[in-house]
Nanobody, 123 residues
């Protein structure tokens, strides 16, 4: 599975961005897709995750109510809509997939990773 992430950039606090993660090589049926982020000096965190087949969703407490993860079957793509962005959301965001429908937030469980995309939120 090859993953292509896009959509990062700079935005002011309170603004919005939408990240995209498109998979190629195979369908994501049976996989879980996670959006991870890592800020400078901090550990990698699973911001959100979604199981492709049944649509189960996980959000980190820090993003609940502001971020929305969704999927487009036809495009084999997972999106992360980020609203009400805060400076603390500044990080490199990466998408990753693991086989299986159990949502796991530990990065080591994910087998395939896309390149990171930088999100910078200024105050």
């Amino acid at each position: 599975v090859q993953l292509q992430a896009s959509g990062g950039g700079g935005v002011q606090a309170g603004g919005s961005l939408r990240l995209s993660c498109t998979a190629s090589g195979r369908t994501l049926r049976g996989y879980t897709v996670g959006w991870f982020r890592q800020a400078p000096g901090k550990e990698r965190e699973c911001a959100a995750a979604l199981t492709w087949t049944d649509g189960s969703i996980y959000y980190a407490d820090s993003v609940k109510g502001r971020f929305t993860i969704s999927r487009d079957y036809a495009k084999n793509t997972v999106y992360l809509q980020m609203n009400s962005l805060k400076p603390d959301d500044t990080a490199v965001y990466s998408c990753a997939v693991k086989y299986g429908i159990l949502i796991i937030t530990r990065a080591a469980a994910y087998e395939y990773w896309g390149q990171g995309t930088l999100v910078t939120v200024s105050s």
